[in-house]
């Protein structure tokens, strides 16, 4: 600590000299503080020299913005915070092998004392380094990184990183154990000799005399001095690449005109097909050879993307064209009688036909109907091959959840000679992840893939990867991309790398280097070669086989019932709803000390989360003591609690990577965590620990009283989206005793420590606790656990009476001004609470208000309806930014206008339906299966935990919807939406 503090004096000191422009005292600073940061721009961007940049660039920022630090006190964590934002710029602009920049850094600058830690890396020694720290999480690296750069000391990068020296330890010993001990030592070593040295204190000093820190940050502009260059040793490999992936994709075209004309009723079809696929091979050689001609001439000017663009324009225009130039000479050809003599006889369509005759198509439809589609129905006609141009039988559409057919229409899984769905599988695909001869989708794989992620032997899509791949990132043979391009040959405008590579930012470089999407995709394909063989050849089949097997049968007998195959299939997609939550599924027991505890094990899921619920909130702070349980929250997880040293929030969410909450509601508290299912015994013993040993200091207090009223500022103030709902929550709920949701400042200010402490001490004990967990767990397993960490804590005193709510203020609109913009309006009203007669017919309303106001746009990080039934089910609220010239009344009439059409009509069919398609997961009246409940465990602890806080019974509640009437509706339309239950605010810019 003497360390740390001697260093923070050092460091005021330092910096108020740097504010008075001292270059002298900022070449201490430097000097001081260059290993840091270095070490924090590498974690971010994974190049060494890029990282020197950043880091230099750091400082130069940080001499420009001097006067804007107020506590030089922090300069540490100040210089961290600029090294990583402009460490993620640099990684996000700048994919090159080498530092981006317009600003040339001063390496050439005399060294004073070179050392044998200066001593440079190699270009493989770096690769090797990084290809080891970037599979340690950011968490652990980060610590592993500056300790070797910090000469080997806890301390300083415990005062780096805001952390305690304990916790350092720990991630530090968790990163160590992450890399194998045979390559531990190089690590180190390399780490030691990757620290900036003298030189790189010169480059920044030097980069300040010559004006470098007035200029526009290269690194975040992201420009190249390499613009237009081309790596000239692997032009002729890079060539052949990307004529190789292109001769593939035209080979491709040619099979798709081909198979058309074999199988054509007529030779002159036949002879038109070819032809037309003779001089649209023609047109796409020279439209590759056009594409190459250009890159090798004009890469890196104006002219090369205008060429680049005419040129994809022509090309498409003439596809176009002589696609419906062919589909019209053909529309006239079937329209005569042909002679005998014109009959195509090709050996594929004489097979075609003797295969005709022997299937027939399946016909069958499920029983079973949900929202009144069938979950499997399957509508194939019976082939029938022409011999002229007669007329082809129609094709059948069939429509379903599962949806088999010749135009199958189906929610989940769609397969046919067209395809829709979310999994769509056919000739032509449409849907999430759609597989075809042409697939268009989220996820499109196929012969033409186009899609967000388009992969095939042409893919188009914001990722692409093919033979031929266009793309915002584009990887592939030849690789046509602007941000990004990979491949044999590769075209970009930022950038581009492979064997050929051109672009205007920056050509060149390792392909399986670059740490973004097109880059990890081809390393993984790199090193995944026979699996990434295997799965193409699997694809194959399921496109190519899959169809004809679900459509057909053999007219011989039939074989295998379509059931048997189909089933299976359906299984995979379907979500089982059941008409409540099964009681067997979840696991529930008592403590003799009064803790409730809840389990439901979910087959499948890798993650398992905990949620500690205590029946204590804002309703129970004492009079005077307003954020009183809002500042117990902060410090339950982040003091010390048994071995566990304290931490900052930072740490404590940065510890939980997928996933941690901790909240204050009006008469609860929440605490969770989402870790991999074998650190279960851990989490709860740490659980545990923070109910019976949490050790509550006047530094905790410190720490979290600024972070608490930081939070309710923005809830009431800087966030104009949050400001309005919480500001008209306190009209339609007045909080308790004279306080305010979250806490008012002053009384906030003015918590005595001893008052903290004693709250905490007295109420969250397991007599007012209930324990949720949901994931990979054992049952008995988990008893045990339960019982053994929380079974000798004592119970505690029972939950203080929750003070009564104000008298509600409604039916008037308060206008208020605060920071921020746009002005934003809130309706707010006060719903029933769970057991209410009105609770059901409250959902139904909601779900159409929900429905309504989906495009009203609620302001940043807001829905426009919030209706959190669990988290906060005091308060159901419309809100809406104000649009341009709108006034507080108009505003006010908009959303009340938009209210009063969705609590008018009465009640509907199918309606029910919808509140259990909307909220069933929430309330427990409808369960999906575990693989989709394993993707979400904390919603499924959370949820069990809380509607047992609330007395909400799945059964009952079901019951209660199946009764409901239309009166009761229209009722809950008066009592709870009513004009006279409504209050309004109008929040205003200042």
């Known amino acids: 600590m003497n360390t740390v503090a001697t260093d923070r004096i050092i460091d005021e000191k330092l910096w108020r000299s740097v504010r008075e422009g001292d270059a002298e005292a900022f070449e201490q600073v430097v000097l001081r503080h260059q290993a840091l940061v270095s070490g924090v721009a590498y974690n971010a961007c994974g190049n060494l020299a890029l990282s020197e940049d950043v880091a230099q ?46 600003v040339e850094r001063v390496n050439d600058l ?18 090797r380094l990084w290809l080891l720290l970037e599979q340690i999480p950011p968490t652990y690296r980060e610590p592993l990184i500056l300790f070797y750069r910090q000469d080997q000391s806890v301390a300083e990068v415990a005062s780096c990183l805001d952390l305690t020296e304990d916790a350092v330890k720990q991630r530090l010993a968790r990163g160590r154990s992450m890399l194998r001990d045979r390559i531990a030592d190089q690590v ?62 035209i080979a491709g075209g040619w099979l798709g005109v081909w198979l058309p004309a074999q199988m054509a009723p007529t030779v002159r079809e036949r002879e038109l097909y070819l032809r037309a696929g003779r001089r649209m091979v023609l047109a796409s050689l020279i439209f590759t050879g ?33 696609a419906i130039r062919l589909s019209r000479i053909i529309k006239a050809i079937r329209k005569t009688v042909p002679a005998a003599t014109d009959l195509n006889q090709t050996a594929m369509r004489r097979g075609a036909a003797s295969l005709a005759g022997k299937i027939r198509g399946r016909v069958y439809q499920s029983p079973i109907r949900l929202l009144g589609l069938p979950l499997l129905d399957i509508q194939v006609a019976d082939p029938v091959f022409v011999t002229g141009h007669e007329s082809s039988p129609l094709p059948r559409v069939a429509r379903g959840w599962v949806a088999i057919g010749d135009d199958a229409r189906g929610i989940l899984l769609g397969v046919g000679s067209k395809g829709y769905g979310l999994v769509a599988i056919g000739g032509r695909a449409v849907g999430g992840l759609s597989m075809g001869g042409v697939a268009v989708g989220v996820v499109a794989i196929g012969g033409l893939g186009l899609g967000l992620v388009g992969l095939g032997g042409l893919a188009v899509g914001v990722l692409a990867f093919g033979g031929g791949a266009v793309g915002w990132q584009a990887c592939g043979g030849l690789a046509v991309a602007w941000d990004l391009a990979i491949g044999g040959g590769a075209i970009a405008w930022n950038t581009a ?25 081809m390393r993984w394909t790199l090193n995944h070669r026979d699996q990434v063989r295997l799965g193409f050849i699997a694809l194959a089949v399921v496109v190519g086989a899959l169809p004809s097997l679900l459509m057909y049968r053999r007219n011989r007998g039939s074989g295998l019932k379509a059931s048997a195959v189909l089933v299976p299939v359906f299984l995979l997609f379907y979500f089982a709803y059941t008409k409540a939550e099964s009681p067997d599924r979840v696991v529930r027991f008592g403590l003799d000390n009064g803790l409730t505890v809840l389990a439901r094990p979910i087959a499948g899921a890798k993650q398992t989360a905990l949620v500690v619920l205590y029946n204590v909130g804002g309703d129970h702070d004492p009079e005077g003591r307003s954020g009183l349980a809002h500042i117990v929250e902060h410090i339950y997880v982040t003091a010390k609690a048994g071995e566990t040293p304290a931490r900052s929030a930072v740490d404590f969410f940065r510890s939980y990577q997928a996933g941690c909450n901790a909240q204050t509601g009006d008469r609860y508290t929440a605490v969770a965590t989402v870790f991999p299912s074998e650190q279960l015994d851990d989490e709860l013993r740490q659980a545990a620990a923070r109910m019976s040993e949490l050790t509550i200091t006047a530094s905790d207090l410190d720490r979290e009283r600024p972070r608490l009223l930081d939070e309710v ?34 009384q906030v200010q003015a918590l005595p420590l001893d008052d903290v402490r004693a709250h905490w001490k007295r109420y969250y004990k397991p007599r007012n606790a209930v324990l949720a967990a949901a994931g990979a767990i054992d049952p008995a397993t988990f008893r045990a656990a339960v019982t053994k960490h929380f079974g000798t804590i004592p119970g505690g005193d029972p939950a203080p009476s929750p003070g009564e709510p104000g008298a509600a203020v409604l039916g008037e609109e308060r206008k208020l001004a605060a920071a921020g913009s746009p002005a934003t309006a809130c309706l707010a009203m006060a719903p029933p609470q769970p057991g209410s007669d009105l609770y ?19 302001g940043p990080g807001m829905a426009p309806v919030y209706m959190p039934l669990l988290d906060d089910p005091s308060l159901v609220a419309v809100s809406s930014p104000a649009r341009p010239g709108e006034t507080p009344e108009q505003i006010a009439g908009r959303l009340s206008a938009l209210l009063e059409e969705a609590v008018k009509p009465d009640l509907g069919p199918g309606e029910v339906t919808e509140v259990e398609q909307m909220f069933g ?19 499924v602890a959370f949820t069990l935990g809380r509607r047992e806080q609330l007395g909400l019974d799945p059964v009952k509640l079901r019951a209660a919807f199946q009764a409901m009437k239309p009166e009761a509706v229209r009722r809950a339309a008066t009592e709870v939406f009513g004009p006279s239950r409504r209050a309004r605010v109008f929040l205003a810019p200042q």
Not at 500 to 517: E, I, K, N, S
Request: proline content about 6%; hydrophobic content about 45%.
């Open 188 to 249: 180190e070593a390399g780490l030691r000799r990757s620290r900036p040295g003298r030189s790189f204190t010169a480059g920044v000093m030097a980069g300040l005399s010559l004006g470098a820190a007035g200029a526009k940050s290269a690194v975040a502009a992201g420009t190249s001095v390499t613009a237009g260059t081309v790596a000239k040793g692997a032009l002729a490999s890079g060539l052949s690449g990307g004529l190789l992936g292109s001769l593939i994709g």
């Open 713 to 746: 500022a923005n809830m009431f103030e800087r966030v104009p989206s949050l400001a309005a709902q919480n500001n008209a929550r306190e009209l339609v709920r007045p909080t308790p005793r004279g306080g305010r949701r979250g806490g008012l400042p002053a």
């Open 290 to 322: 056009a594409i190459l001609v250009m890159a090798k001439t004009l890469a890196g000017t104006p002219r090369y993307m205008i060429g680049l663009g005419l040129a994809i324009v022509l090309f498409q225009v003439y596809i176009f064209a002589e």
């Open 57 to 102: 660039e750091t400082f130069w920022a940080a001499w420009r913005q001097r006067d804007s630090l107020i506590d030089p006190g922090r300069l540490k964590s100040w210089l961290c915070g600029i090294a990583r934002n402009l460490g993620a710029n640099a990684l996000r602009r700048s994919s090159a092998g080498k530092p981006a920049g317009s």
């Open 497 to 521: 790398a492979g064997g050929a590579a051109v672009a205007h930012g920056v050509a060149g470089g390792d392909p399986a280097g670059f740490d973004q999407p097109a880059g990890r995709l």
């Open 840 to 858: 059901a017919p409250y959902l139904v309303l909601g779900t159409r208000l929900m429905k309504a106001g989906a495009g009203l746009g609620g």
């Open 110 to 127: 005399a060294d004073d004392d070179p050392g044998p830690d200066d001593v440079a890396m190699s270009r493989e020694e770096e690769a």
């Open 921 to 939: 997961l929430f309330l427990g009246t409808v369960e999906p299966p575990d693989q989709a409940l394993a993707l979400n465990p904390y919603a």
